[in-house]
């Protein structure tokens, strides 16, 4: 028996700093997310981290902390209710961090019978600190808990046509009464060496303006040029000109040189150089959580307007939108009929 398993990146269980600091602990403590030696990492994460960022990052969280709960647990939920109907298939949910764990959403999955998963990973890039570790986490526990359990992943779907289309129709909607001079593409950050760990060709990326451009097999890995690709095909369906749009990324952490250029830097760059409405669109996230409600749509917007910028939106991810849900449950459907490439 088929069923589907839909993976997105977890939550606290609430807002009080116990549940922050539990989960910041199995989030940073995550080789691939801190990609050091683990004692170099354990000193870090657990010596100084824990120690001071869970009160702040509770109190981000409580900004934007909905009645239901998390935004994006609750938004993921949603999105898994309306999938269900649409499929002949049971359908679960699971995270990469958090008390939701991807082996609850294989138990579950086994329960009902499931031997062969469908693993929707809903993030539309590939890195390490996101796409691969969702990977490598399921195969570790399918092998030690579930064997006789077989999972295919969806690869990443960054220049799929219809997620594309559907991006692109979310963003037409909410920009159709706001009349911006500029549209900020701001992707979630990543360290630079990242890429380069992730460069399968081990000599292709440079991260310079050509690397990107010319083509190479270290793209299927490049988190960097998927992102550059998306913002490309959508700008070509909104029919966007020249300087009317820009790619950034957000979110760093520790003193390494991250992908550039900051977003926060281009809020307050675009607003001196005469940007007086600013539409940012957040294209690395299916779904809102606390890095588009509270940094992008909060913070940005204090920055922006701090600057001398007039007015700003924070254009929402695609979350629960219908056409979205479609989009997935089609590919749900060719990946049963054996249609659709899976890794």
């Not at 702040?56 to 409580?62: H, R, V």
């Not at 299927?220 to 909104?238: A, G, M, P, S």
């Not at 790619?247 to 390494?256: A, G, P």
Request: glycine share 4%.
């Amino acid at each position: 028996m088929k069923g589907v398993l839909l993976v997105n990146l977890g939550s606290p269980d609430s807002t009080e700093t116990k549940d922050v600091r539990k989960y910041l602990d199995e989030f940073l403590m995550d080789e691939r997310v801190i990609d050091m030696a683990y004692w170099k990492r354990f000193l870090l994460v657990k010596g100084i981290i824990l120690n001071t960022r869970p009160k702040k990052s509770g109190a981000a969280y409580k900004k934007i902390w909905w009645k239901e709960g998390s935004p994006l647990v609750v938004i993921s939920e949603r999105f898994t209710h309306k999938l269900t109907p649409k499929v002949d298939i049971p359908v679960a949910l699971g995270m990469r961090y958090g008390s939701m764990s991807i082996e609850n959403g294989i138990k579950e999955l086994a329960q009902k019978g499931v031997t062969e998963i469908f693993m929707i990973p809903l993030y539309p890039h590939y890195a390490m600190s996101s796409y691969e570790t969702v990977v490598v986490k399921a195969q570790e526990v399918q092998e030690m808990k579930f064997p006789n359990i077989t999972i295919e992943s969806l690869p990443v779907f960054y220049n799929n046509s219809e997620y594309i289309r559907v991006m692109a129709r979310n963003i037409q909607k909410q920009i159709e009464s706001f009349d911006f001079d500029h549209l900020l593409f701001s992707y979630h950050g990543i360290p630079e060496r990242h890429i380069l760990i992730s460069d399968t060709t081990k000599s292709h990326c440079k991260i310079d303006k050509s690397c990107c451009e010319t083509p190479s097999e270290a793209h299927k890995t490049c988190y960097r040029h998927q992102c550059f690709e998306t913002t490309k095909e959508v700008v070509k369906l909104l029919n966007l000109k020249g300087k009317t749009y820009s790619n950034s990324f957000q979110s760093r952490l520790l003193k390494d040189p991250w992908l550039k250029p900051y977003t926060d830097f281009e809020f307050e760059r675009l607003a001196k150089e005469g940007t007086k409405n600013l539409a940012v669109i957040t294209p690395a996230f299916v779904s809102d959580c606390l890095e588009t409600l509270e940094e992008i749509a909060m913070e940005g917007k204090e920055q922006f307007e701090e600057a001398g910028g007039e007015k700003y939106m924070h254009i929402a991810c695609m979350n629960d939108n219908d056409d979205w849900v479609d989009v997935v449950a089609n590919w749900v459907k060719d990946w049963e009929a054996n249609k659709l490439e899976t890794v």
